[in-house]
């Protein structure tokens, strides 16, 4: 018996690869065939429904990480708002916090703060990077 999961076959309890010089088959998505009208009646339903598809999006980023998203946005309107100077003063006051945070509480700060940065730092560059090539290979 033989059964295809992603491009791997699976014969009996062993995995068989496909053939070495077989190339991929391009694989066209079906709204390729449609004819040039089709297309045109579709279009304003396809760009509402990708617009509400980002809304969603949009709202679920700012559920999951309001800080980021407030501090992002305050960022963005406090630059045409004020300009440049404002958002390095804010940066540098951030800095110097801490800066005054990691002498008072080594502990606390790396704890709570610098341990979680290095976790996500890590997520993005290091594992995100290693699961997309694991899924891809087989």
């Known amino acids: 018996m033989r059964r295809v999961l992603g491009g791997c076959a699976m014969k009996g309890n062993r995995w068989?690869?496909?053939?070495?010089?077989?190339?991929?088959?391009?694989?066209?998505?079906?709204?390729?065939?449609?004819s040039g009208w089709v297309k045109l009646v579709l279009a304003p339903f396809v760009l509402l429904w990708l617009a509400v598809r980002l809304a969603v999006r949009l709202t679920v980023l700012a559920v999951r990480y309001p800080?980021?998203?407030?501090?992002?946005?305050?960022?963005?309107?406090?630059?045409?708002?004020?300009?440049?100077?404002?958002?390095?003063?804010?940066?540098?006051?951030?800095?110097?916090?801490?800066?005054?945070?990691?002498?008072?509480?080594?502990?606390?700060?790396?704890?709570h703060g610098w341990y979680r940065v290095l976790t996500e730092w890590r997520r993005l560059t290091v594992y995100v990077p290693?699961?997309?090539?694991?899924?891809?290979?087989?």
């Open 16 to 34: 068989v690869d496909p053939a070495p010089f077989e190339g991929a088959r391009p694989q066209v998505p079906w709204w390729v065939w449609l």
């Open 67 to 111: 800080i980021a998203v407030t501090a992002g946005l305050g960022g963005y309107v406090a630059y045409h708002q004020f300009g440049l100077s404002p958002l390095v003063l804010a940066l540098l006051s951030l800095v110097c916090g801490l800066t005054v945070w990691y002498g008072l509480g080594r502990e606390s700060f790396l704890r």
């Open 130 to 138: 290693q699961w997309r090539t694991r899924d891809a290979s087989c």
